[in-house]
């Protein structure tokens, strides 16, 4: 559980750095296809063409690969919508590029664009939640790290407690069983000092 924890806050924050990427492939391609329509000659529709088509190829891969590394349900359920919200605004992005190539559909095009708008909105809207369920998922592991390691320091200063206790009693112990036999040694020598030299120290072992 602590493993998994770890890996959370890492997989949340790439999770926004990728759905930032997302969005900025999503608004790159919004701007192109305005250049397309105020393009004024074939060489640079056709330039604001491959752009487009660029803009849209990279979105699909950038989209690929964060779903590769998504194994949340609810994370993948909203990679699925957002994928959703691409498909409708590229159906509407490529007639605005069918129209904005043929130079007397250019009022066609343009109202097109503005009729494309709630679609990018929306695509815009579902990146958005996307980016705050990755920002509260990295506050959660985070926050579960943290108890993780007030667990684990708790328990550590209870190890540090008990092993300090069994210390001292074994300390304790010791000093019990060296005391009798040091008090007669100490007594036989001050015997022996006075010159009574017949004292005896009584040794028994325990083994």
């Known amino acids: 559980m602590l493993f998994r924890s770890l890996a959370g806050p890492g997989d949340a924050g790439q999770g926004v750095t990728r759905t930032s990427e997302l969005a900025d492939s999503a608004a790159q391609s919004r701007r192109h296809m305005l250049g397309l329509i105020l393009a004024g000659s074939a060489a640079e ?8 088509e660029l803009d849209s190829s990279l979105f699909v891969a950038r989209l690929l690969a964060y779903s590769a590394m998504v194994h949340r349900e609810d994370t993948r359920r909203l990679l699925g919508e ?7 605004y590229q159906t509407a992005q490529d007639e605005v590029v069918r129209l904005a190539n043929d130079p007397s559909a250019s009022a066609a095009a343009m109202l097109a664009r503005r009729g494309s708008m709630p679609l990018y909105e929306e695509l815009r809207d579902a990146s958005t939640q996307l980016v705050k369920h990755n920002v509260l998922a990295a506050a959660r592991a985070h926050q579960a790290i943290k108890s993780a390691i007030d667990r684990a ?9 008990v092993a300090a206790g069994l210390g001292i009693a074994v300390a304790f112990a010791i000093t019990r069983m060296l005391a009798p036999p040091v008090r007669q040694i100490e007594a036989a020598v001050r015997a022996m000092a006075h010159g009574e030299l017949d004292s005896e120290i009584i040794y028994t072992a325990g083994d």
């Not at 529709?45 to 752009?51: A, C, E, F, I, L």
């Not at 957002?82 to 409708?88: F, G, H, N, S, V």
């Open 153 to 161: 320091h708790f328990w550590i200063s209870i190890l540090v407690v």
């Open 82 to 88: 957002l994928r959703a919200k691409w498909d409708a």
């Open 45 to 52: 529709r056709q330039g604001y063409t491959q752009r487009l």
